[in-house]
């Protein structure tokens, strides 16, 4: 068992980008905090995004924290994520001897679960009132756009359908947004 403190401060020294890269996420955008997603194996590099202790994925939809990342991507187990963890940051985490071990798991441990269960999910919930305002904006701004263009009566063939399908595509993330957005509100 780990001193909680230890576990917590740990997690406020991940630094997100090297973590990434040191588990070979690819093209990592440090400015937008995108890259592609190793868990889903994806080549969109918007896919992937990371705020404060947390990561989401907008096209496999995982969410966690960095101890989750590391197990899910190399396959380890919670104490194993840690040791990784720990190693890679130069952040020395203690262990509770086992008398307090009994105190501290009954203190800590099942609130600690419930916790991060809630955070997550009001993580996941902000990400994803963000992400379905800018796309509403986005398919505004191309709706007024084919609007005036149709207006002009000019020939923009090649640029209308393309601005058609994008127009197409937003409409298919806000209703997939908008399906997990009731789900993390319902829970
Ligand atoms: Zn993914």
Redesign the pocket.
Known sequence: MFAKEDLLGLKDVVDWPYLLSSLEFQKINIQTRRCC????N?TNPT??SWVDNYFY??????SGDAFELVQIIKGFNFIESVKYLSDLFGYRIRKVSNYQKKVKTEEWEIPEYIINRINRQNFAAIQIKEEISKIETARENLTNVLISMRKNEEKYSGLESSIESRLNDLDSDLRILTYYLHHYEKN
């Open positions: 997603c190793l868990i889903h994806g896919s992937f994925c907008f096209s496999c939809l995982k």
